[in-house]
C-alpha cells in the first residue's frame, strides 16, 4: 500500500529564508507524488509534480522537490521565503491502479514572519 | 478557464438534519470526485465518479451518505442523517481522466454541526 509522511506539522520561518518541508513515501512501485498548497479559503492548487521523468521537479511560485528514491523522500524546497507563502502544504502519492487516486499526508503548516 | 465550483460555501446544521452539497467541475473533464477534509487532516476520498458512474466510494459511508452524478456533470453530495463527526470541508475536485492525475480543486464547503 502507499502512503506519504510529512515529518512536520508545523515550519515557521522568516521572510527571505530558505523553506524545507519533508515529506516521506511508501510504496512498492514507482510513484506519482505531488505537491500541492491550501491558502485559507481557497482551493488545493497543484504545485508540483514527479512521474518518473526528472528527478528534480520545479514547480510554481519558485518552488521545487527532489525525488529520491534511495532514502524515500519527495522533500520541498524553496529558496527564499515570500509573506505569501504562509499556507498549508500537502504531499501527495497516487495510489497504484487506483484511476488516480490520491492519497493525502497530513500537512504541514507553514508560517512566514517578517 | 473557470474552475470547479461548489455551493454552498458553508453550512451550519442540526445533528440529524439532512444536507447536500453542489457541485459543477470544469467543463470537459470526465472524472470528479469528493473528498472530506477534517480540521487538522489531508482530505480524504469519500467517491470518484468516471463520467456518470461510480468508479470508487469505498470510503464513502454508505449508510448516511450519497452522492450521484447525473448526466456525467454537475454532482450532489448528500449527508442524511448528519452527525457531529461529519463536521469538515467537503472538497470537489475534477480531472480530464487521463493518466496526468492533476486534480483540480474548488473552495470547499464548510459544513459545521452541532
Redesign the interface.
Known amino acids: 500500500a502507499q502512503s506519504v509522511t510529512q515529518l512536520d506539522s508545523h515550519v515557521s520561518v522568516s521572510e527571505g529564508t530558505p523553506v524545507l518541508l519533508r515529506c516521506n513515501y511508501s510504496s512498492s512501485y514507482s510513484p506519482s507524488l505531488f505537491w500541492y498548497v491550501q491558502h485559507p479559503n481557497k482551493g488545493l492548487q497543484l504545485l508540483l509534480k514527479y512521474t518518473s521523468a526528472a528527478t528534480l521537479v520545479k514547480g510554481i511560485n519558485g518552488f521545487e522537490a527532489e525525488f529520491k528514491k534511495s532514502e524515500t523522500s519527495f522533500h520541498l524546497t524553496k529558496p527564499s521565503a515570500h509573506m505569501s507563502d504562509a499556507a498549508e502544504y500537502f504531499c501527495v502519492v497516487t495510489l497504484t491502479d487506483s484511476w488516480g487516486k490520491l492519497q493525502f499526508g497530513a500537512g504541514t503548516q507553514v508560517v512566514v514572519t517578517p | 478557464e473557470a474552475?470547479?465550483a461548489q455551493s454552498p460555501r458553508y453550512k451550519i446544521i442540526e445533528k440529524r438534519q439532512s444536507v447536500a452539497f453542489w457541485c459543477n467541475p470544469i467543463s470537459g473533464h470526465a472524472?470528479l470526485y469528493w473528498y472530506q477534509q477534517i480540521l487538522?487532516?489531508?482530505?480524504?476520498?469519500l467517491i470518484?465518479f468516471?463520467n456518470n458512474g461510480v468508479?470508487?466510494d469505498s470510503q464513502l459511508p454508505k449508510d448516511r451518505f450519497s452522492a450521484e452524478r447525473l448526466k456525467g456533470v454537475d454532482s450532489t453530495l448528500k449527508i442524511q442523517p448528519a452527525k457531529l463527526e461529519d463536521s469538515a470541508v467537503y472538497?470537489c475536485?475534477s480531472?480530464l481522466?487521463d493518466n496526468?492525475?492533476?486534480?483540480?480543486?474548488?473552495?470547499?464547503t464548510r459544513l459545521t454541526v452541532l
Not at chain 2, 487538522?40 to 476520498?45: H, M, S, V
Not at chain 2, 492525475?101 to 473552495?107: K, L, M, V
Open positions: 474552475g470547479v472524472t487538522g487532516q489531508g482530505p480524504k476520498l470518484q468516471q468508479v470508487d472538497l475536485a480531472s481522466g496526468s492525475n492533476e486534480q483540480f480543486f474548488g473552495p470547499g
